[in-house]
């Protein structure tokens, strides 16, 4: 996600970059070609290999039916959900987040960029009530807790041996708030992200029961199947994560059918002032929904392709068969499995600021989606990686660098003035404020990949990227996993190198 901090800052140097290196401003973007000559020091890197991961480690499997309402503005769902114990040891009980219920409180609200942008008609409250729960059809006992109400305990009656499965039934009903945040609505578009009940993860750090944060994206999750059925008025084209089957109507209302395999997350954001375009780029199918001009659509799309081309090409390819990119009422931009939420802020348009948002969003793909992350405590895993991006982005389709040297002079600024922080290796809550979490986890890591390039040089760095990247497929990695590959690749112990970068040593 570009944080409040990019919007000010991060992204502002791209706006810089757009305006000045294209000479332009809302142009439509150049088209990308990778046997350009444009930057022989990037371009002339050997596509990376495409290479199949067979997922052979237990998952998830959620199924999904839920209804929007969109004059009570309340979604009504059930969730039948098989979970499997992939830990080492007998499970008594079963967590899940249920995130909604952070709007309950202006107090625990997550209003990364404040109340005043987030609420521009005022707080507005929202909630997920649990109606009722079953455990292998059997009504259970359920409990909530957390000082937002976002963590939902379900005993278990017979303990749940390592790999043994539970099915789960919950229905639940989801109050969405107005405004401009992952959950809410505002005009004509609703956001559903991280708006159902998801299982907590259990690893060899215990069960991972962090409230909802407003710093960064405090999520944490290994990649399970979905099946969602979302109906909404007839009148309302749905975004969402995954391959989409024919929609049916009946009685004035449409339902869309979704399924993905192997995903984190499912997210999704309707309106019924959706324009809609599709192309497929390297055999996926990319589609745009905005609520803009044909003009702007169409500058959506190219953004898009170009970056699905780019990535594919220096990181690996993108596995799934479809990718959406939507503009919703939100405030700068927000990653999910297969979907992204995209500002429709018109000042972004004009700026630039738009299409460094599609890039660093899409980025996300790889840097979240594909390969996994603890958001919460090891953030950089996902964001330096995605804040780069946009600099190979810029490098190859623009023959430019200027961005990527104006961030790196601002990050040189800020930790002048800044000595004493200096450590980007730490949880969300323990950065003192979102001008420190953006600066180090965002500018910093991305200057430390900049660093560490230079450093084992191109061939060897995006090698490195690609062996990751194909290894780690689908999986959650730890900080200690990249300097493994960069280790191995180099033949060199670079394990001195990142601590002082991400530890401040």
């Known amino acids: 996600m570009l944080k409040k901090l990019c919007k000010i800052i991060c992204i502002v140097t791209v706006i810089v970059l757009l305006t000045s290196s294209c000479g332009r401003g809302s142009e439509s973007a150049q088209t990308f070609n990778p046997s350009s000559p444009a930057i022989k020091s990037i371009n002339s890197i050997k596509p990376a290999v495409e290479s199949s991961t067979k997922v052979d480690f237990p998952k998830n ?4 039916d839920v209804n929007l309402d969109t004059k009570s503005k309340m979604l009504t769902g059930e969730e039948k959900l098989t979970y499997i114990n992939k830990s080492k040891i007998s499970l008594k009980e079963v967590y899940f987040h249920i995130y909604p219920n952070a709007y309950r409180e202006k107090e625990t609200t997550p209003a990364q960029f404040g109340f005043n942008e987030t609420f521009p008609e005022g707080f507005s409250e929202g909630n997920m009530n649990i109606k009722d729960i079953y455990v292998n059809g059997k009504v259970s006992d359920f409990e909530i807790s957390g000082k937002d109400k976002t963590i939902l305990r379900v005993p278990l009656k017979k303990e749940l041996k390592p790999g043994s499965k539970v099915n789960f039934n919950l229905n639940f009903t989801v109050k969405v708030p107005k405004g401009k945040d992952r959950l809410s609505y505002y005009n004509s578009s609703y ?29 944490y999750s290994t990649v399970s199947d979905y099946k969602v059925n979302i109906t ?3 009148d309302y084209v749905v ?40 192309e497929k780029v390297d055999g996926i199918n990319i589609k745009c929904y905005s609520l803009g001009t ?18 594919n090409r220096f990181y690996g390819k993108y596995p799934y068969k479809t990718y959406s990119v939507a503009e919703s009422s939100f405030l700068t931009g927000m990653e999910y499995p297969g979907i992204v939420f995209i500002s429709d802020n018109p000042v972004y348009k004009k700026g630039g600021y ?4 599609v890039v660093h969003e899409t980025a996300h793909q790889w840097w979240y989606g594909v390969i996994g992350d603890d958001e919460v405590n090891e953030a950089w895993l996902d964001e330096s990686f995605a804040c780069y991006s946009e600099n190979i982005y810029n490098e190859s389709i623009k023959n430019s660098r200027e961005y990527f040297l104006q961030l790196k002079d601002y990050y040189y600024i800020y930790s002048k003035n800044n000595p004493d922080k200096k450590v980007m290796l730490k949880p969300v ?17 991305a200057v430390m990949l900049d660093d560490f390039r230079e450093k ?23 900080t200690e996993d990249f300097i493994k590959v960069s280790n191995e690749i180099t033949g060199k112990d670079w394990n001195e190198y990142f601590n002082k970068w991400l530890k401040g040593e």
């Open 354 to 357: 738009y299409e460094a948002i």
């Open 191 to 219: 956001n559903f992200g991280n708006w159902y009940p998801i299982a907590a993860e259990y690893d060899d750090k215990g069960w991972h029961l962090d409230s909802y944060y407003s710093m960064g994206d405090p999520f």
């Open 294 to 311: 044909d003009k702007e659509l169409s500058e959506q799309m190219n953004y898009a392709t170009n970056s699905i081309k780019i990535f």
């Open 61 to 64: 499997i959620y199924k999904m």
């Open 429 to 445: 809550q323990d950065f003192k404020d979102d001008m420190e979490y953006s600066i180090l986890v965002y500018y910093k890591g």
């Open 456 to 478: 084992v040089g191109n061939e060897n760095f995006f090698k490195i990227i690609q062996t990751y990247y194909n290894r780690y497929k689908y999986k959650v990695t730890r």
């Open 239 to 278: 975004a969402a994560t995954g391959e989409s089957a024919r929609e049916k109507l009946k009685k004035g209302l449409k339902t869309y059918s979704f399924s993905e395999s192997n995903v984190r997350d499912f997210a999704f954001t309707t309106s019924n002032k959706f324009k809609v375009k599709e």
């Open 232 to 234: 909404v008025p007839k």
